[in-house]
């Protein structure tokens, strides 16, 4: 017998790790008439928000901009730093630091992929020592995920670092900050980045459609010799430019609404109130899914507590319990989105975002419309996870 469902009423409760939540004020922000972006006036908040990426960033080298998601991010860390047939070195703790090595496959560089439980998280002692072993320095660079958005487990770039330190390999750092930046602390030039790769719809809170590299000195001498083909995404062409990012049109609305973003994270919240608000949301949503997973429960995917993502969380169903009917169920019913299972997860897992403009209502929300989808499909689960929630979130 199927059932009718009424389209729910209300505001739509976006749990999706990326995009995200976007702030009112960020809307209007966006909405901003046309203007020349080669103008006094745009320059001057272009500039305002290259100084601010910069103290998000955590560094005082170069930022440049790409319109384009994430992936045109990726792209650009990967043409603009190799030649072909140069060796990468990935830790694959997931669907998207899968993608970032098979992106470089298809543009010509080899991968050495780091394969370890994606439960658990990346093997350092692994990357260590391949790092040993490559007494010739074959490898070119190491492509690290910060924190896996399809499983909600995290990297830390400073244990990379001090491999590459301890084994004295000048091989490049690359970090996809993508779902950690503006939600969890990163610093680029204390953990010795090279190269950072960023996107607007997550923790900046933005539209979609503005992607970033935090690029080190090291990094641009390794651009100057490298020869995989490029153009639209050219360093050497961006920087040649006024705004040293872009050929062509700057998507100058964007900037509007970075602007107001990096106002939102960097003055009026402050970086370490917003960490820890997205440490103390991450908390609860465990604290909740932990009393699910008596009674044979979906479980935390993440199996490594000292790795467990503040941004998001990935649900492991029951066996014979498929995710997608939760999922379903969420967004039909009750209007709440949350993340699919990727790849090889999809089906067996759903996400939780918790990154962005996000408070404990919100999530307390999610939680109880996530406990009320696994009672409509008869997936087993402890009780109490919302009050448990509550609990962490009420402190004492
Ligand atoms: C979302 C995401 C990407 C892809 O970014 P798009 O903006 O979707 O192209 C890459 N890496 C991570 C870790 C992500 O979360």
Redesign the pocket.
């Known amino acids: 017998m199927t059932e009718t469902v009424r389209k729910p009423r209300g505001r739509l409760f976006f749990a999706n790790p990326?995009p995200t939540n976007i702030p009112d004020s960020i809307l209007h922000a966006v909405a901003h008439p046309s203007i020349d972006y080669n103008s006094a006036d745009f320059m001057a908040v272009y500039q305002n928000c290259v100084a601010g990426m910069k103290r998000l960033l955590k560094t005082r080298q170069d930022v440049i901009f790409y319109t384009g998601?994430?992936?045109a991010a990726?792209e650009a860390s990967l043409v603009n730093l190799f030649s072909a047939g140069d060796l990468l070195l990935v830790p694959e703790i997931g669907i998207?630091s899968q993608?970032w090595g098979k992106m470089a496959r298809d543009l010509g560089l080899r991968t050495r992929i780091l394969e370890s439980d994606w439960r658990h998280g990346a093997d350092i002692a692994a990357v260590r020592a391949a790092l040993a072993a490559d007494t010739a320095h074959a490898i070119k660079a190491v492509c690290a995920?910060h924190?896996?958005?399809s499983t909600g487990v995290m990297l830390h770039p400073a244990d990379i670092r001090a491999a590459l330190d301890d084994t004295g390999h000048p091989a490049l750092l690359l970090v996809?900050t993508?779902?950690s930046l503006g939600s969890i602390d990163f610093r680029f030039d204390e953990w010795g980045v090279d190269c950072a790769v960023g996107?607007s719809?997550?923790g900046l809170m933005l539209p979609?459609g503005l992607?970033f590299t935090g690029v080190s000195a090291k990094a641009l001498a390794a651009h100057a010799g490298s020869t995989l083909p490029k153009s639209y995404l050219h360093w050497s062409n961006m920087l040649s430019r006024p705004h040293r990012s872009f050929i062509g049109t700057a998507p100058t609305s964007l900037f509007y609404g970075l602007r107001e973003s990096l106002r939102l994270l960097l003055e009026e919240e402050g970086l370490e109130h917003v960490f820890a608000r997205h440490a103390r949301l991450a908390e609860a949503v465990r604290g909740c899914v932990q009393r699910w997973s008596r009674n044979d429960g979906p479980q935390l995917f993440c199996t490594n507590p000292a790795r467990c993502s503040g941004s998001v969380t990935a649900v492991l169903m029951p066996p014979g319990h498929d995710a997608e009917a939760v999922r379903r169920t969420a967004l039909d019913r009750y209007n709440v989105a949350l993340g699919t299972g990727l790849g090889a997860l999809a089906g067996r897992v759903f996400r939780i975002g918790h990154m962005g403009d996000l408070n404990e209502p919100m999530i307390l929300g999610t939680l109880a419309v996530v406990e009320m989808a696994l009672r409509r499909n008869g997936v087993p689960h402890g009780a109490g996870g919302v009050e448990a929630a509550m609990e962490a979130l009420a402190g004492g």
């Open positions: 990326g998601s994430g992936h990726w998207f993608g995920v924190n896996e958005t996809d993508i779902s996107g719809q997550k979609t992607a």
